[in-house]
């Protein structure tokens, strides 16, 4: 199976820090490779697909990169919505695997 | 809107099975690879099935091969996972998931969750 790393766990921050999130893959995963945000209490919403592609209504204020075994997902101005944690995932293999997730808090 | 929808969580004792159901809305349903994921109480994400737009392959995590079996009915427009053998360690929020667009990979599109509990 695939490892997907996320670096840091956990991140404390300031409303309008920008924030990057860093996702390591055990091995290469070509172009495949989505982040999700998920406030508690409910259902995750993807944020970027093939790496960069925003995903429809998503602002611009998020950005992903990378290649290969690295990506990182980088928010532009962090804003109070901007909470949440925050995973990665690869789609790319089977069986199709999750970051353990970024949790992002009130400084 | 895109809309799916999940029913069939609740409570059932170590050994014994649940049907989820997905019915989904507002689009072509026999377009569309489907999945599963779910999330154990405060942990992360997991995926666990899907299934091709026809209904004749399916993928699957390690942990649920041979107790889970993901099924759709294109007619109906909806997408289904039968769970038997059920383990404490499945206790999860489950959620139905599209991809975002057509071909892409991504879970562009979720259901609310639908709780399953395994406990004696």
């Known amino acids: 199976d695939i490892q997907l790393t996320q670096s840091p766990s956990f991140l404390s921050a300031s409303v309008g820090d920008r924030v990057t999130i860093t996702c390591r893959a055990s091995?290469?995963?070509?172009?495949?490779l989505a982040w999700y945000q998920q406030r508690p209490g409910k259902a995750p919403k993807l944020l970027i697909y093939?790496?960069?592609t925003l995903h429809s209504g998503v602002p611009s204020k998020f950005s992903g990169s990378g290649s290969g075994t690295e990506f990182t997902l980088t928010i532009s101005s962090l804003q109070p919505e901007d909470f949440a944690t925050y995973y990665c995932?690869?789609?790319?293999?089977?069986?199709?695997?999750f970051g353990q997730g970024t949790k992002v808090e009130i400084k | 809107e895109v809309q799916l929808v999940e029913s069939g969580g609740g409570w059932v004792q170590p050994g014994g099975s649940l049907r989820l159901s997905c019915a989904v809305s507002?689009?072509?349903?026999?377009?569309?690879?489907m999945d599963w994921v779910r999330q154990a109480p405060g942990k992360g994400l997991e995926w666990v099935a899907n299934?091709?737009?026809?209904?004749?392959?399916?993928y699957s995590v390690e942990s649920v091969k041979g107790r889970f079996t993901v099924s759709r009915d294109n007619a109906r427009n909806s997408l289904y996972l039968q769970m038997n053998s059920l383990r404490v360690d499945d206790t999860a929020v489950y959620y139905c998931?599209?991809?975002?667009?057509?071909?892409?990979?991504?879970?562009?599109?979720w259901g609310q969750g639908a709780l399953v509990i395994v406990s004696s």
């Open positions: 998931v599209r991809p975002a667009v057509f071909g892409a990979r991504g879970f562009g599109y």
């Open positions: 507002q689009f072509t349903f026999s377009d569309y690879w």
């Open positions: 299934i091709n737009d026809v209904g004749s392959e399916s």
């Open positions: 091995q290469g995963i070509n172009s495949y």
């Open positions: 093939d790496v960069s």
């Open positions: 995932q690869q789609l790319n293999n089977y069986p199709l695997t």
